[in-house]
């Protein structure tokens, strides 16, 4: 059955680098949807000790883990510039089918992916992950994100190589004309896909955070997610999407208008900020 967003306006706060592909869904299906990035993400130098740290055990890595789009991308730049490339041989894993295809785009052959749950739980279940004693395993990731998989890993014996690649800051500018016609009522829905996303979101809007997400449905990429908004104090309506992807948004937002209710994900992308 199509999906039907006539008349359904949606505020996509992505990075402006990556709200293409669910802005084209929304509008496909007849939605509006509408732009309002409220996080930067930018690539880490290579001359940030963390960065350089990481890069200087990268060709004795074992398992190399991919936790995002965003990972792939700035991991494999970093890489690129220090004239590196990953080991013959080594593990690639990535944490969903998003970050798998953006390797494959790069040329690298993907080992595995969880089969359900698309964040560190998943990736803990895979059978790669399960006798890594004295293994060495690079993790690529944003700056600041969960520590639960290098914990757990090292908790079971491997060596946890952390490369930090990109960053994630609130924007430095707001669009003045979105956020008026938001305060007009004239959005129907706000994406949320990730916890720092919210963050960012909410330190923009300051003070008038609280009306304008009381009375604004939030569509929540996971679980995680909702949790996170709801702590921060978010009081109207949140949907979840039953799987991390853009195709999952714009079926929840599609059901919108009959059940503005909370539902259970099943799925949930780790950093979905892709």
């Known amino acids: 059955m199509a999906i039907d967003l006539t008349g359904v306006s949606v505020l996509v706060t992505r990075a402006s680098h990556q709200a293409e592909n669910l802005c084209r869904l929304i509008a496909v299906a007849g939605g509006e949807p509408v732009r309002f990035p409220v996080t930067e993400i930018t690539s880490l130098p290579l001359a940030d000790a963390a960065v350089a740290a990481a890069l200087e055990q990268v060709p004795m890595v074992d398992i190399v883990i991919f936790v995002s789009s965003n990972a792939?991308?700035?991991?494999?730049?970093?890489?690129?510039?220090?004239?590196?490339?990953?080991?013959?041989?080594?593990?690639v894993l990535a944490v969903g089918s998003g970050t798998a295809r953006q390797l494959t785009a790069r040329g690298i052959a993907v080992s595995a992916v969880p089969a359900r749950c698309y964040n560190s739980e998943g990736l803990l279940q895979l059978p790669q992950l399960q006798q890594v004693s004295g293994r060495a395993v690079l993790i690529a990731s944003g700056q600041g994100g969960r520590a639960h998989l290098g914990d757990s890993l090292r908790a079971r014996g491997a060596?946890?190589?952390?490369?930090?690649?990109?960053?994630?800051?609130p924007s430095r500018r707001v669009d003045n004309k979105v956020l008026a016609r938001w305060q007009e009522g004239g959005i129907d829905l706000v994406v949320i896909t990730s916890a720092s996303t919210a963050d960012h979101m909410l330190a923009l809007l300051g003070e008038d955070a609280g009306a304008l997400l009381s009375r604004t449905a939030i569509v929540a990429i996971s679980t995680r997610v909702a949790d996170h908004c709801r702590a921060l104090g978010c009081t109207g309506p949140i949907l979840v999407a039953r799987q991390a992807s853009?195709?999952?948004?714009?079926?929840?937002?599609?059901?919108?208008?009959?059940?503005?209710?909370?539902?259970?994900?099943?799925?949930?992308?780790?950093?979905?900020?892709?």
């Open 246 to 274: 853009d195709p999952a948004l714009v079926e929840v937002i599609g059901e919108w208008g009959n059940a503005p209710v909370a539902t259970t994900a099943q799925f949930d992308e780790e950093d979905s900020d892709r």
């Open 72 to 91: 792939v991308q700035f991991a494999l730049d970093l890489l690129e510039l220090r004239g590196l490339s990953l080991p013959s041989g080594v593990q």
């Open 159 to 169: 060596q946890v190589i952390q490369l930090p690649c990109y960053r994630r800051s």
